[in-house]
């Protein structure tokens, strides 16, 4: 069964500190990795694939087949990063359909 | 262009009875999945419905049912209702299948079963 394991429930660091949010994965294909950032009182939505390999507001994450992970970077945290993240994988579950398996989340909180 | 709309915001129903929820797309989508997000969770993919067939379902008992129509709009009904049902239903539309086709969320509705 295809799994997302994102460890830390809450992250908090100090503006302009480096941030990573950690994430893992359990499945037997080549999965397809997203993560997916809901900022206060907004909808959940896509920040970045790793099929896309670019960076978004900063972030990036590599896929790493070996450790099964796809944890999340940015340099340097800004204030407006301060959201709920979602790590997010694609692997046909159930009946070739391209639902997303998500993790319970990582709450980063970027303090002043 | 119209983002995805779920109706309604917050519902609130009693154990054994039925709900139906509804989720418009976002123009020219023609797929829509529907989520299940309890508190504290991540969405659990619940099915994902193509040009008004089901193309896919997560681990979720008969119960669920959907529905998608001509207009790509679709509901979810839940019959039978649990108080485990109490979570954020989540819809989200693309513009194809393929998950290489971003999925739009809209803002959820609530449901609490007492």
């Known amino acids: 069964a295809q799994r997302v394991t994102q460890p830390e429930k809450l992250l908090s660091v100090f503006k302009g500190a480096p941030v990573e949010l950690k994430c893992n994965y359990s499945y037997s294909g080549s999965p397809e990795l997203f993560w997916y950032v809901q900022y206060s009182r907004q909808r959940l939505q896509l920040l970045l694939r790793?099929?896309s390999r670019e960076s978004i507001k900063g972030f990036t994450a590599d896929l790493n087949k070996g450790e099964t992970s796809f944890h999340l970077k940015k340099p340097f945290a800004q204030e407006e990063d301060s959201a709920m993240y979602y790590c997010a994988l694609s692997g046909r579950a159930g009946g070739g359909a391209d639902g997303l398996t998500f993790g319970k989340g990582t709450h980063l909180i970027i303090q002043p | 262009e119209t983002g995805v709309t779920q109706s309604p915001t917050h519902l609130i129903k009693t154990r054994g009875q039925q709900v139906t929820l509804r989720c418009s797309s976002q123009s020219g989508h023609n797929t829509v999945s529907w989520y299940q997000q309890a508190l504290g969770q991540g969405p659990q993919f619940i099915f994902q419905?193509?040009?008004?067939?089901?193309?896919g379902r997560g681990n979720f008992p008969p119960r669920f049912s959907g529905l998608q129509f001509p207009n790509y709009s679709s509901e979810l009904n839940v019959n039978a209702l649990e108080l485990d049902d109490s979570a954020l239903y989540l819809c989200?539309?693309?513009?194809?299948?393929?998950?290489?086709?971003?999925?739009?969320f809209g803002p959820g509705t609530r449901l609490t079963v007492l």
């Open positions: 790793h099929i």
């Open positions: 419905y193509y040009r008004e067939e089901e193309n």
């Open positions: 989200a539309s693309s513009a194809d299948l393929g998950s290489y086709n971003e999925q739009f």
